[in-house]
């Protein structure tokens, strides 16, 4: 039996075909387990990396040949119905949750000099707002004894400082508070809590020069891959992690700060 069959399992933030919250779509569904993922395109496209409309649409064929139910839909995070919204569809479609991963993040690069309240409340509204409520919203649905997953995106912000990222550093930060508290909460009801913090990534975002800079930071001679985080995760939701929760991992490869 695959390790993950029977789970159904929500992804935010899938938006790129070649991003973390796709890699974990494919890790997941290749371990049996079914998928609905949300996207915002909005968001991607006026980001420097862009994105085509059609690659949500192109990863639900992908992840259909994988033999799991998959669905998906188009959600501003950003609302405050939108875990209402994205669990009722999920329940209607595929049924009740068994895991939640919380991958999707907005980010922009400010600093103390330029940072504007509007930039920050946007930052807010997705990293902290959103991945408070919906991991409430999926407790509240939660409906067996045991076998609950919460998986929080971070990316290491207590582990050095992050100069030119001012609003993402300090609402990705609280997101590390968030999973040890809410962990203890959510024990008795069979759920766990863990963050991943996968460090730089290459997601199609990177130049040349940056990969150069990057590279002699990685002690294994290579920079992080979709796919690192995704393993990670499939193991933090299945049964074998059991007992770990409140934790935040750092699945970076060792990367020299």
Known sequence: ?????????????????????AAICRELAEAGCSIFYTYWTAYDKEMPWS????????????????????????????SVKAPK?????????????????????????????????EDLDKHYKVNVRATTLLS??????????????IINLTSGQFRGPMPGELAYATTKG??????????????????????INPGPTDTGWMTKA???????????????????AAKAIRFLVSDDAEWITGQVIHSEGGFIR
């Open 136 to 149: 409430i919203q999926f407790a509240r649905f939660f409906k067996k004894k045991k076998g609950g997953r």
């Open 1 to 21: 039996m695959a390790l993950l069959s029977g789970k159904i399992a929500i992804i935010t933030g899938v938006s790129r075909s070649k991003g973390i919250g």
């Open 210 to 228: 940056i990969k150069d800079d990057l590279i002699p930071k990685f002690p294994f001679g290579r920079i992080g891959e979709p796919r690192d």
């Open 85 to 117: 919204t994205l669990f009722n569809r999920v329940v209607e479609e595929i049924g009740y949750p068994d895991i939640l991963i919380n991958n999707a993040a907005y980010s922009t690069n400010n600093d103390f000099s330029n940072l504007t309240y």
């Open 174 to 195: 609280s997101v590390d508070a968030m999973t040890i508290t809410l962990s203890a909460e959510l024990a008795p009801l069979g759920i766990t809590v863990n963050a």
């Open 51 to 78: 994105v085509e409309s059609d690659e949500p649409a192109k990863l639900k064929s992908e992840l259909l040949q994988k033999d799991v139910r998959v669905s998906c839909m188009e959600l501003d995070l950003t």
